[in-house]
């Protein structure tokens, strides 16, 4: 911190899937009064499987591989959205609770 001018720097490492609208959200947090510099550092590989499908934890052991899995299979999900690839997910969940329009007579 520079006692005469105010000045902060925060250096920091953010994943980039959360790093989408961060430079925008700064501005107007900070009413345009802090400028982020973003730059790429390093790729890291997430462990586990993102197409893990389970539902049921059999043990406590497999527990931290499962938590990877499922972080891994929902940042894969988020990036198809992102990008408009098709993503096997359920949009209806239950169709015949829906409402509809028409009058009955």
Do not use: C, W
């Amino acid at each position: 911190m520079d006692d005469k001018e105010k000045t902060f720097m925060v250096t920091a490492q953010i994943p980039v899937i959360e790093s989408d609208g961060f430079a925008n959200e700064i501005r107007k947090t900070t009413s345009g009064q802090a400028n982020p510099n973003l730059r790429f550092s390093h790729y890291e590989t997430i462990d586990g499987d993102p197409y893990y499908e389970g539902t049921v934890v059999e043990d406590d052991e497999d527990l931290p591989y499962i938590e990877s899995a499922i972080r891994a299979n929902k940042l894969m999900k988020d990036v198809r959205k992102r990008k408009g690839l098709l993503v096997d997910e359920q949009v209806v969940i239950h169709a015949e609770k829906q409402r509809t329009l028409n009058k009955k007579k």
